[in-house]
């Protein structure tokens, strides 16, 4: 597939501003991807034309927005390969998504001494539920360690696996570490002592293809907002078997079935789970922003950021004193890289870069457990997406050795 980058970057039209006088290089993509335009319009056509609430009217208009929901259901499932869209839940990010599987499915599985396994490179989004759930429950936590080449330990995985883990819950990209691990090895691992697999795939959606029946996952959570949709839109995707014999956390609205004065039933799943009016626009944008990625192909993005990060992490590694977190080689590094510069502190080297126009992350990253396992208690972070630019890794480079002269040459 052929795309002239040129073009490509018409459909961000925010990639055009400057930043303090400076062309804007947005390199905070894993914290959220820009929405191209034909979400923006897609968006906009529903307002316009066909806003109502779903679920609830028979007039015309109510039945276009529920037909229009329900439809990206149907793209969501297919993005991801589920079996069917009924394994597709609404959320409004990843952080609801697995909220729900914590508060609903682990109080149905979890007992006193069971345990719960995480990895150290967990943000806190799925971290911190399993916490409260072991608290709850008087349940076990355990952290699967990082190997010295600062990748997940699967030789201590398979060691904290007991017959007792009854939850795996593991991001599949970190949001810190750049790198992937191997889900599909670990789920196999971990079903084989009957414990059940929650993935976090929200640094993943946008990068690689999705394939949940291949993973053999049984849950899995990712927000729009890292794909190009709206913020405030999630999904949860749960085999159909446990999504049935989970309960609903939230109550109101369509989700339910019929009720009486001291009763009440709910809907099947996925529509149990989604109370109140939904985010129905960001449900639109969310579909947009899917066939937005399906015509750039995901083969193609992931190819793409590829071949920027061949060229960006061995020049970062050129520059003195700066230290690189993750692995050090492009095969296992994807488009993600935290760092730090000896003697100047993150949110400083994040200030002078923006003040270049180049925006990237600086603090802890929602992953303060692994910061701790690193021996710092804060980093910087650029991520990439397809819209970057080999040019724009060198200006990025160029712009961290001005940072870096500046504040040594302050300190002199």
């Not at 820009?34 to 208009?61: C, D």
């Not at 049984?218 to 709206?230: E, N, R, T, Y």
Request: with cysteine.
């Amino acid at each position: 597939m052929t795309i002239k980058r040129e073009t490509l970057r018409k459909d961000f039209p925010i990639l055009d501003r400057k930043v303090n006088e400076e062309p804007l290089l947005y390199l905070d993509n894993a914290a959220t991807l820009q929405t191209p335009n034909q979400v923006l319009k897609k968006i906009t056509e529903f307002y316009q034309k066909s806003h109502a609430n779903v679920h609830r009217g028979v007039y015309t208009l109510a039945q276009e927005a529920t037909q229009a929901y329900e439809q990206v259901r149907e793209q969501v499932a297919a993005f991801i390969h589920a079996a069917n869209a009924h394994e597709i839940v609404y959320t409004r990010s990843t952080t609801e998504s697995l909220n729900l599987v914590a508060s609903s499915f682990g109080e149905l599985v979890v007992q006193e001494g069971d345990e719960i396994l995480l990895t150290i490179m967990e943000h806190h989004s799925n971290l911190i539920p399993w916490q409260q759930l072991a608290k709850r429950k008087k349940a076990i936590l355990k952290y699967v360690p990082l190997t010295v080449d600062q990748t997940l330990d699967v030789h201590a995985f398979k060691q904290q696996l007991t017959e007792k883990t009854k939850i795996v819950a593991l991001a599949q990209t970190s949001n810190v570490l750049g790198v992937t691990n191997p889900v599909k090895k670990l789920v196999e691992l971990a079903h084989q002592q009957h414990a059940y697999v929650v993935v976090d795939a929200a640094q993943t959606v946008a990068h690689h293809a999705l394939d949940v029946q291949d993973l053999n996952v049984d849950f899995l959570a990712f927000s729009g907002h890292k794909m190009g949709a709206p913020t405030g839109i999630g999904v949860l995707y749960g085999k159909s078997e446990l999504l049935k014999a989970m309960p609903p956390i939230q109550f109101g609205g369509e989700m339910i079935e019929n009720v009486t004065k001291t009763t009440a039933t709910w809907q099947p799943a996925p529509w149990k789970f989604e109370a109140g009016t939904p985010n129905i626009g960001g449900v639109i944008g969310l579909g947009a922003a899917i066939d937005y990625l399906n015509h750039l192909e995901m083969s193609w993005i992931a190819a793409t950021e590829k071949k920027l990060m061949m060229h960006l992490l061995p020049e970062l590694q050129k520059i003195e004193g700066l230290t690189i977190y993750g692995p050090q080689t492009v095969e296992r590094h994807e488009g993600i890289v935290t760092f730090n510069l000896a003697h100047i502190h993150p949110h400083d080297v994040a200030t002078g870069l923006d003040m270049l126009g180049v925006e990237v992350r600086a603090g802890h990253h929602c992953a303060q457990p692994l910061m701790a396992a690193l021996g710092v208690e804060s980093t910087v972070r650029a991520s990439l997406s397809f819209y970057n630019s080999i040019a724009e890794m060198d200006r990025f480079v160029y712009a961290l050795k001005m940072v870096k002269e500046f504040f040594n040459h302050e300190s002199e």
